[in-house]
């Protein structure tokens, strides 16, 4: 990867990102990197280590790109109707991004139009299996991300 190219983060990775950037200093050189550290604070659903986790299967074992596997680890669907809506917008996307020319768009944008023709060659059965397997790998997680979220319920009580 050369230090051009835009990679797709997870929330996890930007807070890391970010933590490494303030240092030991008391306050952020910015605002806005302080309101992207409490945003990705707050909206993170797993653990570090879980959600590591969850994005490498969604890379390597279901050969889904980092950029969308990034937005399933960050939203962690769970129902059929959520993961519709995130295949919905990538239909959207790769609709627009075909209006361009591929050689003009970054490659994330190629990496899900791509992924679009992947869905869009599947059989109705073969779509189904696909998005059984994927619910069944994220309510997986979804139950690990419970962990996280009693966890923080409970030190909001004390």
Same mark, same amino acid.
Request: aromatic letters at 6%; glycine letters at 0%; proline letters at 3%.
């Given at each position: 990867m050369n230090e051009?190219?835009e990679v &797709?983060?997870?929330l996890?990775e930007v +807070?890391?990102m970010?933590?490494k ?5 008391s ?8 309101r992207?550290?409490?945003h990705a604070?707050k %909206?993170?659903?797993?653990?570090? =280590?879980d959600a590591?986790?969850?994005?490498d299967?969604?890379i390597?074992?279901n050969?889904? &790109?980092?950029?969308i596997a ?7 669907p769970?129902?059929i =109707?959520?993961l519709?809506?995130i295949f919905k917008a990538i ?9 361009? $020319?591929e $050689?003009e768009? &970054? $490659?994330?944008?190629?990496?899900i139009?791509? %992924?679009y ?5 599947? $059989? ?5 299996? %696909? ?8 309510r =997986?997680f979804?139950?690990?991300s419970?962990?996280?979220t009693?966890k923080?319920m +409970?030190?909001s009580k004390?």
């Open positions: 051009s190219e &797709p983060l997870i996890w +807070k890391r970010l933590e950037r303030k240092g030991d200093a306050q952020w050189d910015k605002a806005d990197q302080r992207v550290y409490e604070d %909206f993170n659903r797993l653990e570090i =280590d590591l986790e969850l994005l299967k969604l390597n074992k050969n889904i &790109p980092r950029v990034a937005q399933i680890t960050d939203t962690l769970v129902t =109707d959520e519709d809506a239909e959207e996307i790769a609709h627009q991004a075909k209006l361009q $020319s $050689s768009l &970054p $490659s994330y944008v190629r990496d139009i791509h %992924f023709e992947k869905l869009e060659a599947m $059989s109705k059965d073969e779509r189904e299996a %696909f998005q059984k397997k994927l619910l069944e790998l994220l =997986d979804w139950k690990k419970r962990r996280l009693e923080a +409970k030190e004390e």
